[in-house]
């Protein structure tokens, strides 16, 4: 299991990158670093000592060709059908390089901002359930506490359900 690292965190251009976007945004919160990757919302969820759906997954689809930035609870999976129709296209996966140029940082790592361009992004409204909720912070060993509220404005994403309901 990975814990957070006691000493001063490591530099990385992506994580700096997030940090002065959340900086621009009115935002200072603590970035934690983990002695190893936490890649999936489980991991990052028994690192912390939260629960999955506290986690907000940053999942990058195309929506007719274009990155669309998914962020959903760790609790929930993207019914990419139903939400492609519910956004009047079509749903695919992303490969590796577009989720690259797209948001600047890697699979496992991709956080909600600092990305070069604004990113098309809807925000899962499940995670409104948390008071606190937690996302990458632009490597596969960061994440920063953040809100639904705050997700939703400094993404200047969309809330809506990603699955149906009920």
Known sequence: MSSPM????PSHPAVERVVASL????LEPEIVWFDDAV?????AAAALGVEVGQIANSLVFTLDGEPLLVLTSGA??????W???ELGGTIGRASKELVKDATGQVIGG???LGHPA????IVDTELAGHPVVWAAAGHAKTVFPTTFDELVRITGGTPRPVEPTG
Request: net charge neutral; no cysteine; glycine share 6%.
């Open 83 to 85: 939400l492609g129709a």
């Open 23 to 26: 900086s621009a945004h009115g």
């Open 110 to 112: 991709v956080a909600p």
């Open 76 to 81: 929930h999976r993207v019914d990419t059908e």
């Open 39 to 43: 890649t999936t919302a489980p991991l």
């Open 118 to 121: 604004p990113v098309r992004t």
């Open 6 to 9: 006691p000493s001063s965190p």
